[in-house]
Nanobody, 125 residues
Framework: VQLVESGGGLVQAGDSLRLSCAAS????????MGWFRQGPGKDREFVAALFRSGSNTYYADSVKGRFTISRDNAKNTVYLQMNSLTPEDTAVYYC???????????????????WGQGTLVTVSS
């Protein structure tokens, strides 16, 4: 599976962005899909995930209520809608896929086998 993120950019605090993660090579409709981010000088951290082919979504506390993860199986694409952005959201955002994730490890980067190259989101104050 190849994953390509897009939609990053420079925005002001309070603005919104929608990131896309387009998959190729095979369908990802049954994969667990995750979004992670890595800010300057920080470790990669979990942002949001969809568990397998269901509609259950999971979010980091820091983005809960502001970010929404979704998928469009017809387009083989996963999205991350980000609202009310703050400078603390500045990071490179990565999408990831796993066909073998279990619920208890969904927030761990080690769970995911396929990663995109990342897209930079910069939020100015």
């Amino acid at each position: 599976v190849q994953l390509v993120e897009s939609g990053g950019g420079l925005v002001q605090a309070g603005d919104s962005l929608r990131l896309s993660c387009a998959a190729s090579g095979r369908t990802i409709s049954r994969d667990s899909m995750g979004w992670f981010r890595q800010g300057p000088g920080k470790d990669r951290e979990f942002v949001a995930a969809l568990f397998r082919s269901g509609s259950n979504t999971y979010y980091a506390d820091s983005v809960k209520g502001r970010f929404t993860i979704s998928r469009d199986n017809a387009k083989n694409t996963v999205y991350l809608q980000m609202n009310s952005l703050t400078p603390e959201d500045t990071a490179v955002y990565y999408c990831a896929a796993s066909s073998r994730a279990i619920l208890s490890t969904l927030t761990s980067p080690n769970t995911y086998h396929y990663w995109g190259q990342g897209t930079l989101v910069t939020v100015s104050s």
